[in-house]
């Protein structure tokens, strides 16, 4: 990277997210720990699609246990991300959705992504090179 386009970057440490609120605790911090877990970005991209039923998420989310997902779930509906819908039937169904503030998550989402298709290659070229140089 150039020194110019350097310069022109946001240096985070003096941003809004990365600075501690008045309880100590940094705003980037408390989401990443929220949303950037193993599972619960996989759930969110694959509610931003509708509401979805359990089992039919649990088969969406390769990999994932029922026990994870049911914990996932349970997290981002306590955040406000995700809303659980029970129909009286017999059985009841259960359904899940985003709610607006999960939804709003999709174009910060969409700049990570942006982010990732553009660099992948290069972090697997210095891993590789890194690699290399250690052996």
């Known amino acids: 990277m150039q020194e110019n386009e350097q310069s022109t970057l946001p240096l985070l440490a003096e941003m809004a997210g990365f600075t501690p609120d008045e309880d100590g605790t940094c705003p980037i911090r408390e989401v990443l720990d929220r949303v950037g877990d193993t599972w619960s970005l996989l759930v969110i991209l694959n509610l931003q699609q509708g509401t979805t039923r359990f089992n039919a998420l649990r088969r969406l989310v390769e990999g994932i246990s029922q026990r994870m997902l049911t914990v996932t779930l349970r997290s981002l509906e306590r955040d406000g991300l995700v809303l659980r819908i029970v129909r009286p039937t017999s059985p ?20 990570l992504g942006q982010w990732a298709v553009e660099n ?3 972090m697997r070229n210095e891993q590789a090179r890194f690699d290399a140089a250690q052996d």
């Open 92 to 111: 009841p169904e259960v359904e899940y959705s985003l709610t607006a503030l999960g939804m709003s998550l999709a174009k910060p989402i969409d700049g």
């Open 120 to 122: 992948r290659r290069l």
